[in-house]
C-alpha cells in the first residue's frame, strides 16, 4: 500500500467519523435526544480518534497518530459497552431512539470495534519504509475540507453540551438544556 492509498483511507475515516459525530449532533438538535454523560464520553472517543486521522491527513501517516486513534476507540468502546450493558438486561428501556434497529450507543460499539479493527490491518499492509520521507507529504483539498468538517463538528459538540450542562456535571438523565432554563429564570 503506497502513501497516496493510506492518506486518502485516512481522509475517509476522519471524514466518516465526522459524520458519525455529526449524526449524533443532529439527533440531540433535531430530535431532542440529549446525551446522557456516557454518551458524552462516546463523543470523546470519537473525537479522540478523529484527533489521530486528523493527524495523519495534516502531516503525513505515521503510528504514533494510529496509536491516537486506537486509545480513543478503546476507550469509546469501554463506554459504550458499559451503556449497552446497562441496558441489556429484558425490561430495561434502552437510551434514546434507535437508529435501524439499534441505539447510537450500540452503533457507537460497533464502529469503535470496526475502527480498531481497520487501523490495525492498515497498519499490516502499510510499508512506511517505500514511502517519501514525511517532509515531502503535501494534503490535498478533500484533506482540507474533511480537517475542516472534522473541527466545525468538534466545536458544535463542545458548545452543544455546555448548552445541555453547563459548566457542572451533566445530569444522569438530561431532559432540558442547562443554559435555557438558566436565561428562562432570570
Same mark, same amino acid.
Given at each position: 500500500?503506497?502513501?497516496?492509498?493510506?492518506?486518502?483511507?485516512? #481522509?475517509? $475515516?476522519?471524514?466518516?467519523?465526522?459524520?458519525?459525530? +455529526?449524526? $449524533? %449532533?443532529?439527533? *440531540?438538535?433535531?430530535?431532542?435526544? +440529549?446525551?446522557?454523560?456516557?454518551?458524552?464520553?462516546?463523543?470523546?472517543?470519537? !473525537? =479522540?480518534?478523529? %484527533?489521530?486521522?486528523?493527524? &495523519?491527513?495534516?502531516?503525513?501517516?505515521?503510528?504514533?497518530?494510529? $496509536?491516537? @486513534?486506537?486509545?480513543?476507540? +478503546?476507550?469509546? /468502546?469501554?463506554?459504550?459497552?458499559?451503556?449497552?450493558?446497562?441496558?441489556?438486561?429484558?425490561? #430495561?428501556?434502552?437510551?434514546?431512539?434507535?437508529?435501524?434497529? =439499534?441505539?447510537?450507543?450500540?452503533?457507537?460499539?460497533?464502529?469503535?470495534?470496526?475502527?480498531?479493527?481497520?487501523?490495525?490491518?492498515?497498519?499490516?499492509?502499510? &510499508?512506511?519504509?517505500?514511502?517519501?520521507?514525511?517532509?515531502?507529504?503535501?494534503?490535498?483539498?478533500?484533506?482540507?475540507?474533511?480537517?475542516?468538517? /472534522? =473541527?466545525? #463538528?468538534?466545536?458544535? &459538540?463542545?458548545?452543544?453540551?455546555? @448548552?445541555?450542562?453547563?459548566? !457542572? *456535571?451533566?445530569?444522569?438523565?438530561? @431532559?432540558?438544556?442547562?443554559?435555557?432554563?438558566?436565561?428562562?429564570?432570570?
Amino acid at each position: 500500500m503506497n502513501l497516496s492509498s493510506v492518506t486518502l483511507l485516512n #481522509t475517509l $475515516g476522519l471524514l466518516g467519523i465526522t459524520v458519525v459525530l +455529526l449524526i $449524533g %449532533f443532529v439527533l *440531540q438538535i433535531a430530535w431532542d435526544e +440529549l446525551p446522557c454523560p456516557l454518551c458524552l464520553l462516546q463523543r470523546i472517543g470519537f !473525537g =479522540m480518534v478523529m %484527533f489521530g486521522f486528523m493527524l &495523519n491527513v495534516l502531516h503525513g501517516p505515521q503510528q504514533r497518530h494510529y $496509536g491516537v @486513534v486506537l486509545i480513543g476507540a +478503546l476507550f469509546g /468502546a469501554i463506554t459504550s459497552l458499559r451503556q449497552v450493558s446497562l441496558h441489556v438486561i429484558p425490561g #430495561t428501556p434502552g437510551y434514546g431512539s434507535p437508529i435501524f434497529g =439499534m441505539h447510537y450507543y450500540t452503533w457507537a460499539f460497533v464502529l469503535f470495534g470496526a475502527t480498531i479493527l481497520g487501523v490495525a490491518v492498515l497498519l499490516m499492509l502499510w &510499508n512506511s519504509h517505500n514511502d517519501k520521507p514525511a517532509q515531502t507529504y503535501t494534503m490535498n483539498g478533500f484533506g482540507r475540507f474533511a480537517c475542516l468538517l /472534522a =473541527m466545525i #463538528t468538534v466545536f458544535l &459538540n463542545v458548545v452543544g453540551t455546555f @448548552v445541555e450542562c453547563g459548566p !457542572g *456535571q451533566c445530569p444522569d438523565n438530561p @431532559v432540558n438544556y442547562w443554559l435555557f432554563d438558566a436565561l428562562i429564570a432570570k
